[in-house]
Antibody
Framework: QVQVVQSGAEVKKPGDSVKLSCKAS????????IHWVRQAPGQTLEWMGW????????RYSQHFLDRVTFTEDTSANTVYMEMNRLTSEDTAVYYC????????????WGQGTLVTVSS | QSVLTQPPSASGTPGQRVTISCSGS????????VNWYQQLPGTAPKLVIY???RRPSGVPDRFSGSKSGTSASLAITGLQSEDEADYYC???????????FGGGTKLTVL
């Protein structure tokens, strides 16, 4: 059974960095890309980019290109998303989701991680 | 503001058929497959339609999708109270080279 489990909630101050984790199980980890999507309170979903474990070469949304880094630890079946220079506008639930090769269908989602940025 | 435009709300009574529209452009819907996601309150999104009109395993056949030109639609027949949720369309956009989500439609079952 496929499971995607994310790390716990974070509270940060403006200017801080945050690193979230997304651990997947129940399938061959390197066969699926992992996307990151965030949702600010009461807002729509916002795509941040993807990383394909084992292949390297992450892809970032232009909006996050200079502030976000995706990394992976294939030995732990885990991907990470690090965001720098946080502001209050980064307060959101951050989701990771996997998609099968050859598509952009986000078929399995993590439970989400709430990041609160407040002074 | 999202480039994929959805009505902010929709509603129907149990048993009715409702449709939710998603309008885009030639850079996204007009040239790329469309997915639809359902988000129940307080939960992560769930894929209910992929590649315009295909249903993942486990999604009831009451859910269907269609696409014509630069617009797509999600239809739900035999509306049930459990369908009350936010629905989002999504597609790759060649202009921004990224995935775009619609603004979301809140479906209320009266």
């Amino acid at each position: 059974q496929v499971q995607v489990v994310q790390s716990g909630a974070e509270v940060k101050k403006p200017g801080d960095s945050v690193k979230l984790s997304c651990k997947a199980s129940g399938y061959t980890f390197t066969s699926y890309a992992i996307h990151w999507v965030r949702q600010a309170p009461g807002q729509t979903l916002e795509w941040m980019g993807w990383i394909h474990p084992g292949n390297g070469d992450p892809r970032y949304s232009q909006h996050f290109l200079d502030r976000v880094t995706f990394t992976e630890d294939t030995s732990a079946n885990t991907v990470y998303m690090e965001m720098n220079r946080l502001t209050s506008e980064d307060t959101a639930v951050y989701y990771c989701a996997r998609n099968p090769p050859g598509s952009l269908d986000l078929v399995d989602w993590g439970q989400g991680t709430l990041v609160t940025v407040s002074s | 503001q999202s480039v994929l435009t959805q009505p902010p709300s929709a509603s129907g009574t149990p048993g009715q058929r409702v449709t939710i529209s998603c309008s885009g452009s030639s850079y996204n819907i007009g040239s790329r497959p469309v997915n639809w996601y359902q988000q129940l309150p307080g939960t992560a999104p769930k894929l209910v339609i992929y590649t315009n009109n295909r249903r993942p395993s486990g999604v009831p056949d009451r859910f269907s999708g269609s696409k014509s030109g630069t617009s797509a639609s999600l239809a739900i027949t035999g509306l049930q109270s459990e369908d009350e949720a936010d629905y989002y369309c999504a597609a790759w956009d060649d202009l921004v080279s990224g995935v775009l989500f619609g603004g979301g439609t809140k479906l209320t079952v009266l």
